[in-house]
């Protein structure tokens, strides 16, 4: 196990985007960073840290900034807009205040390790005299397109066949990110994504939530021409990967009520293995009434045992008559679940997902092959490479309406839990990169190098500055 009661020789304040697939792998990160010896605080908003259940651990202490609506963005934003507006102006003021409450409490800051998304909180952090490191949550190579807008290297709207960006392979305008690709859906998340880079080469470190095998052509690339970033994931407990970290068995903090493991585990156990299929479209994406149809049919014709989790806000448009039907057979539906546990069984064959990039990096390291299904923002780019750059999965591909059709679901299904060829390659690489994600974080691995050097640099910086 890796020590964990070293003296604190530096402090880091760790900021993500008010978001369950953001606070995860930022937590996950600064676990990472107390077993080196760092002390690390976690600053979440005031909403989400009083409605989160969490288990944190008592080596990391939690605090709060405000965004602005502290009683829950649902309840009082009028808009995405003006949430995100808020969350920079009241959010930059707070942060600053909580740097300086941090700084007399006996153990001053060194640095603001903040989500990339979160851009402001690298001039706050400039302003206040100490460390900025970004902390990107999105795979390299879409954060490669979103430098390329925004320094206006990559000329929109998009035109052609074919989109070049260095460090890439060629790309259809529809594998590029929604917010490129249909310019003018989601400004805010747009102006949000590629304002990451207004201010990008002020930062002291930059870090990638991947690891270097995954992408290293982009790595390669970034790394000569942008900054000498590093890449330091998977950011999954240490349970799943190398098992170093003292009680890290499982993800601290969740937005939903997960069901009982007990009640999953139970259920999984009474099939064979790598024939259930799993379905989740994560905490953020909505799927309309019609796609929930065509998906819950072609589940059904697929004839595989499925667990399928729908948020409790979306499960009225579920069609009712077809899945009481279904439920007396072999599936299994529930609002929400611990994911990890749910990839490790062995009775899983496949992972119908929206491509969020932590659903896909969960999948590779449980060696879980995908059935992708896009929905937005970077989930397009991921599944172009879930399917034909690492090999671990095929797309399901929408009609022209945008539908994925009932046939289509089944079909991508029974490709890779019938035990045919092409399922058979998929689950084979998908092996393949369980093994090469695990090694990158362990002792000696790619990852575990680049945050030893890391927590060497910081010091050493902080000792200075």
């Not at 679940?337 to 659903?359: K, P, R």
């Not at 399901?396 to 539908?403: H, T």
Request: aromatic share 10%.
């Amino acid at each position: 196990m890796e020590p964990s009661n070293k003296p604190h020789r530096a402090h880091i304040l760790a900021l993500p985007y008010p978001a369950q697939g953001h606070m995860n792998p930022m937590f996950q990160f600064a676990k990472r960073l107390v077993s080196k010896g760092l002390k690390a605080t976690l600053a979440l908003t005031v909403h989400l840290a009083g409605s989160m259940h969490a288990d944190l651990s008592s080596s990391i202490c939690l605090d709060t900034i405000s965004d602005g609506y502290d009683l829950g963005r649902s309840a009082q934003a009028e808009s995405r807009e003006a949430y995100h507006t808020s969350l920079w102006v009241v959010g930059s003021r707070t942060l600053a205040e909580l740097i300086r409450k941090l700084d007399h409490s006996g153990q001053p800051l060194d640095a603001v390790v903040y989500d990339g998304f979160l851009s402001w909180a690298l001039d706050v952090a400039k302003q206040c005299s100490k460390l900025g490191v970004v902390f990107f949550m999105q795979t390299c190579a879409v954060n490669d397109i979103y430098y390329h807008v925004q320094r206006g290297l990559l000329p929109l709207p998009l035109s052609g066949p074919s989109v070049e960006v260095p460090g890439l392979p060629p790309l259809e305008p529809s594998e590029m990110p929604s917010f490129i690709y249909k310019l003018g859906s989601y400004p805010a998340f747009y102006d949000m994504v590629v304002n990451q880079f207004t201010n990008v080469d002020d930062a002291d470190f930059v870090l990638f939530d991947t690891f270097y095998e995954l992408e290293k052509e982009v790595v390669d690339w970034m790394s000569a021409n942008l900054w000498p970033l590093k890449t330091v994931g998977p950011t999954l407990p240490s349970l799943y990967l190398d098992n170093r970290l003292l009680d890290d068995a499982a993800y601290s903090i969740n937005l939903f009520t997960p069901t009982t493991t007990s009640t999953v585990s139970a259920w999984l156990r009474r099939h064979p293995p790598h024939s259930v299929v799993y379905v989740s479209f994560g905490s953020m994406a909505n799927l309309d009434r019609s796609q929930f149809s065509e998906l819950a049919h072609g589940l059904a014709l697929a004839g595989c045992p499925f667990l399928w989790i729908v948020r409790l806000s979306e499960q009225h448009k579920l069609p009712r008559d077809l899945m009481d039907s279904i439920l007396s057979k072999e599936a299994l539906i529930l609002p929400w679940c611990n994911q990890l546990e749910v990839l490790a069984s062995d009775a899983i064959g496949c992972f119908v997902t929206h491509c969020g990039l932590n659903s896909v990096v969960e999948a590779i390291c449980f060696g879980v092959p995908m059935v992708a299904m896009p929905q937005w923002t970077d989930q397009m780019t991921n599944a172009k490479f879930v399917e034909d750059v690492w090999r671990v999965g095929v797309r399901a591909r929408a009609d022209e309406a945008g539908l994925v059709g009932r046939e289509e679901v089944e079909r991508r299904v029974r490709e890779l839990v019938g035990g045919g060829e092409r399922g058979r390659e998929m689950a084979e690489s998908a092996r393949k990169w369980m093994a090469e994600a695990k090694a990158a974080i362990r002792e000696g691995g790619s990852s575990h190098r680049n945050i030893d050097e890391f927590v060497k640099e910081l010091m050493s910086r902080a000792s200075i500055e």
